[in-house]
């Protein structure tokens, strides 16, 4: 079984800055892209970022120049640095991993930004 692990959530105030982390088990071989989705009270799943094997990276219009992935392919680990975070923001945020022929997700970490 795959494990995917998310840390970093919390509360933060409007403004205010925060580190997902998502470390992906030992049973995973070949990742091609990791990323970050979220979903909020009464929404659907939405993409966050994405980033590629080489690094590359990709964003919505609604979070590009305030959230920055990275990964540390050594570690199987994929980061989410979140800054000016906005009470939008709010939401269940979940790791995801792609290999060639399957995805993977994380149980999901709670991120609540108040006003």
């Known amino acids: 079984q795959v494990h995917l692990v998310e840390s970093g959530g919390g509360l933060v105030q409007a403004g205010g800055s925060l580190r997902l982390s998502c470390v992906a088990d030992g049973s995973i071989f070949n990742i091609a892209t990791m990323g970050w989705y979220r979903q909020a009270p009464g929404k659907q799943r939405e993409w966050v970022a994405t980033?590629?094997?080489?690094?590359?990276?990709v964003y919505p219009g609604s979070v590009k120049g305030r959230f920055t992935i990275s990964r540390d392919n050594a570690k199987n680990t994929v980061y989410l640095q979140m800054n000016s975070l906005k009470p939008e923001d709010t939401a269940v945020y979940y790791c995801?991993?792609?290999?060639?022929?399957?995805?993977?997700w994380g149980q999901g970490i709670q991120v609540t930004v108040s006003s």
């Open positions: 980033i590629t094997s080489g690094g590359g990276t």
């Open positions: 995801n991993v792609a290999t060639v022929g399957s995805t993977y």
